[in-house]
């Protein structure tokens, strides 16, 4: 069985929508006498609402990846680091049309299909121009206290991973 989310909080909705749709797989195999078979859940927007991202931010350790910036002042309040990839619009519309070449029109073999819109590639060609100037003042606002990473190019992204992963091998 394959869902389609448009639209999930990760707190609320998730695991109520699993639950539902796992159930439904299972009557629904059960009433026509097949094997249950896969499960796969697809969701094209998945986030936290303020409130659980200031129960999840209350944590001695987390990780939230996103720039929503409705929420953005939560998380910086309580953030020591932020790692801001800020790639230029060519690079990004060229990441996203990857796998829809890969895959011959978005369709993967595990029933994901990349979806890409003309709202979502006119989001990415302006973002520089849009988004990123309210972060930026979200940043100056709110995140004056952090470790800001400024990284530009997947290269540079690539050098920050491996730095991680160098200073992450010689702790253990």
């Keep these: 069985m394959h869902t389609t989310m448009r639209s999930q909080d990760l707190w609320l909705g998730f695991p109520y929508d699993i639950f539902t749709a796992t159930l439904i797989?299972?009557?629904?195999a059960g009433w026509l006498e097949v094997g249950v078979g896969?499960?796969?859940?697809?969701?094209?927007?998945l986030h936290l609402y303020e409130a659980a991202?200031?129960?999840?931010?209350?944590?001695?350790?987390?990780l939230i990846?996103?720039?929503?910036?409705?929420t953005l002042p939560i998380r910086l309040a309580r953030a020591d680091t932020v790692v801001f990839l800020?790639?230029?619009?060519?690079?990004?519309?060229?990441?996203?049309?990857q796998p829809r070449w890969r895959?011959?029109?978005g369709q993967h073999g595990d029933g994901v299909y990349d979806r890409i819109t003309w709202n979502f590639i006119k989001y990415i060609w302006g973002y520089r121009k849009t988004m990123r100037p309210k972060v930026e003042g979200l940043l100056a606002e709110h995140g004056g206290h952090v470790h800001l990473h400024m990284l530009t190019s997947r290269r540079q992204a690539a050098?920050?991973?491996?730095?991680?992963q160098a200073e992450q091998s010689t702790r253990i």
């Design 65 to 70: 990846e996103g720039n929503y910036a409705g």
């Design 38 to 45: 896969e499960y796969h859940h697809h969701v094209d927007s």
């Design 103 to 105: 895959y011959r029109g």
């Design 25 to 28: 797989q299972e009557l629904l």
């Design 159 to 164: 050098r920050y991973v491996r730095a991680l």
């Design 86 to 97: 800020d790639l230029p619009a060519i690079t990004c519309l060229y990441g996203i049309t």
């Design 53 to 62: 991202q200031r129960r999840l931010v209350a944590e001695q350790r987390w």
